[in-house]
């Protein structure tokens, strides 16, 4: 199983970036999927979450600017990022909830790199 994440890069404060992240592999079920970030010399955050009947939850630092949705026939989620601020710049890694067989676990991608900068 592996998640690829993309749609990361350098944009200017204001601006929106769309994230994706993919899960590949043989899997039985796909559960809860979510984004974190990470910035330098802090540790990982959740930003959004989104579980398989399509409720989400959000950082309070993101409400109102960022959109997490999934196509499970596509076995993808996405963030849509609007209105960027340089405290968004940050390494954001996926992760999914990830049933195989009877066994479940937590599966993380590498992470894309989101900078915020003008």
């Known amino acids: 199983v592996q998640l690829v994440e993309s749609g990361g890069g350098l944009v200017q404060p204001g601006g929106s970036l769309r994230l994706s992240c993919v899960v590949s592999?043989?899997?039985?079920?796909?559960?809860?999927m979510g984004w974190y970030r990470q910035a330098p010399g802090k540790q990982r955050e959740l930003v959004a979450t989104?579980?398989?009947?399509?409720?989400?939850n959000y950082a309070d630092s993101v409400k109102g600017r960022f959109t997490i949705s999934r196509d499970n026939a596509k076995r993808t989620a996405y963030l849509q990022m609007n209105s960027l601020k340089p405290e968004d710049t940050a390494v954001y890694y996926c992760?999914?909830?990830?049933?195989?067989?009877?066994?479940?676990?937590?599966?993380w991608g590498q992470g894309t790199q989101v900078t915020v900068s003008s």
């Open positions: 592999g043989s899997i039985s079920a796909l559960n809860d």
């Open positions: 992760n999914a909830d990830i049933r195989i067989l009877f066994r479940r676990n937590t599966y």
């Open positions: 989104i579980t398989n009947n399509d409720l989400t």
